[in-house]
């Protein structure tokens, strides 16, 4: 995605968990967040909502309302399976090139009928070159779909198309084995045409602005303050949708949120590492995984410097990645050499981040040599880059952690935190303003190219002007040529992945996240998933 993720909202083979806290001790974390009777359940939200135009929004924070708003051909359930959506039936063609959706009767919330040409219009709206959607690549896959996103070919040459209001027809350019995973994602979200045309530049801007065909609808929207979702009646599956109503208050300061947890002002907290040893022992306290990979991006565009690639390596080189997840996070994130995280998918047979191994790790002897030949080719003895990131506590004690290490250990290197809300952080790297970024990706759909098309020279997501013809080649062949010719198709993907971070280092790994929480145990049904979006509210229930 451009998944962009901030610290406290993310998003093993794609596990996804049911929530519940450990009973290792009788200590009471006070408060009684949400009553039964009321089936409120009350959450932090930890910074504004960037955008809720499923054809435009790229954030995990984004699209975890919209994945609880609003609902797809196929949707995720438990342990991420994907399961019948606004589609209650799908069937294929021998070759998998041909998928045929039958519609189930639904509704958006304002009463409309949901049809097959809901989906038509905002896929088409999405690959369209006019719409500028950074997720325009997911329609790659489908007939003609590389044409029409690089304006080559007319929208309407995509291949999807309603033939009935009931009946979706799509054809792909080659089998795609992930494609069901994929229509779960947010980009493929239908659109009520004449609701939106009707809305024009102001749609999705405010919660008036928008209609909804999920189990739940954006009712309340307070900017940088608030937001607050209700039960929306005329979803399909109403019966089944048992709360009615999720309160999220913005918060950045952890401090703040466990405070409004003790209290029983909030229901569920994620931790930061001061707080996370307080309340290991608590009954309310729970951990657990994701795929997520947190990495700093190189900008090789803005800072001259940046672009000689022994300078980058020696950044690589020079930090310790453990005092990050040991010293700073505490809650189980792991260090990792590599962009695909471990426990995701599988490659030539194995773990895919096994077959690689950690391509780079902290190397005093590697960091130093690397940084004096860096500066002797730039004929300088110094440099000066600044670093980008979020202005919530951990983020900033990860930056200047990274700040004092890098400085430490590279002589000569001066680094600038530029520290600033999660949606200016966003807007900095899409403008390319900025000259080291640091970031989370989690993925979109089961494949590791939901990590490595990021880097692609022609890719939305680049946003540091990386561009090495080997690697485009690779991840070309991976994404066309060997499609189908598993075995060729991962070498190329293992491949890649090397070129990227151990030869390129045109980014630098430095974690996979695990989430420490606090949680009511009053709160049932809870489900996160290691795909878009991070929870699913529908089958939560207040006992």
């Known amino acids: 995605m451009k998944k962009k993720i901030s610290y406290f909202l993310s998003l093993s083979v794609a596990v996804s968990m049911l929530l519940a806290g450990c009973n290792s001790s009788n200590d009471k974390t006070g408060g009684t967040a949400s009553k039964s009777k009321d089936q409120v359940l009350n959450l932090i939200g930890n910074d504004e909502l ?56 639904a509704k958006w919330s304002n009463g409309d009928p949901v049809t097959a040409k809901d989906f038509v219009y905002a896929w088409k709206r999405t ?56 229509v779960t994602f947010p980009t493929f979200y239908p659109l009520n045409q004449k609701y939106v045309e009707s809305q024009g530049k102001n749609y999705a801007l405010e919660a008036g602005n928008m209609i909804f065909d999920g189990p739940f609808k954006l009712s309340k929207w307070d900017h940088n303050v608030s937001y607050t979702l209700e039960k929306n009646d005329n979803y399909w599956d109403a019966k089944d949708v048992k ?53 700093l991006r190189v900008n090789e565009k803005r800072n001259p410097d940046l672009k000689n690639v022994n300078i980058r390596k020696a950044l690589t080189y020079a930090i310790k990645r453990e005092d990050i997840t040991n010293g ?5 994130s792991k260090p990792i050499g590599g962009i695909v995280p471990a426990n995701f998918v599988q490659a030539n047979g194995s773990d895919f981040h096994q077959a690689n191994g950690d391509l780079v790790g902290f ?13 002797k080719e730039l004929g300088k003895k110094n440099v000066t ?3 980008l990131g979020v202005d919530d506590d951990t983020n900033k004690k990860v930056e200047e952690y990274l700040q004092g290490a890098l400085t430490s250990a590279l002589p000569g290197l001066t680094i ?39 880097f692609n020279s022609k890719s939305e997501f680049n946003e540091m002007s990386y561009n090495d013809p080997k690697y485009d080649d690779l991840m070309n062949k991976a994404n066309k040529e060997y499609l189908t010719d598993i075995p060729k198709r991962d070498q190329a993907l293992l491949d890649a992945e090397k070129i990227l971070v151990q030869e390129d280092a045109a980014i630098i790994p430095l974690y996979q996240r695990s989430r420490a929480y606090l949680m009511q145990h009053k709160v049932d049904g809870l489900i996160i998933h290691n795909l878009a979006p991070d929870y699913t509210y529908k089958n939560v229930t207040i006992k």
């Open 50 to 105: 960037p955008g809720l135009d499923s054809s435009i929004a790229t954030d995990a924070e984004s699209f975890n309302v919209l994945g609880n708003v609003m609902e797809g051909l196929m949707t995720l359930g438990k342990n991420d399976a994907v399961e019948p959506g606004i589609a209650e039936k799908v069937e294929t063609n021998a070759d998998k090139t041909v998928y045929t959706f039958h519609l189930r009767d």
């Open 127 to 182: 690959a369209n070159p006019k719409t500028a959607s950074q997720y325009a690549s997911m329609f790659v896959y489908l007939k003609n779909g590389a044409d029409v996103t690089s304006g080559k070919a007319p929208v309407d040459s995509l291949g999807v198309e309603a033939k009935d209001d009931k009946t979706l027809v799509v054809t792909l350019e080659k089998p795609v084995p992930y494609f069901e995973s994929l």
């Open 243 to 295: 709360l009615k109503t999720i309160n999220f208050n913005i918060v950045k300061d952890v401090a703040a949120t466990v405070n409004l947890y003790t209290t029983g002002k909030v229901d569920r907290v994620v931790l930061s590492s001061e707080f996370v040893d307080k309340f290991r022992t608590n009954k309310d306290f729970g951990t657990y995984g994701t795929p997520t990979t947190f990495f």
């Open 328 to 332: 700073i996070l505490n809650n189980g």
């Open 363 to 375: 190397d005093k002897a590697k960091a130093t040599q690397y940084w004096e030949q860096g500066l």
């Open 385 to 387: 880059v600044e670093l």
């Open 416 to 454: 600038n935190l530029k520290q600033v809300p999660f949606k200016q952080k966003l807007d900095n790297e899409t403008k390319q303003d900025y000259d080291i970024s640091l970031g989370g990706w989690g993925p979109d759909y089961l494949d590791s190219t939901t990590f490595l098309n990021l």
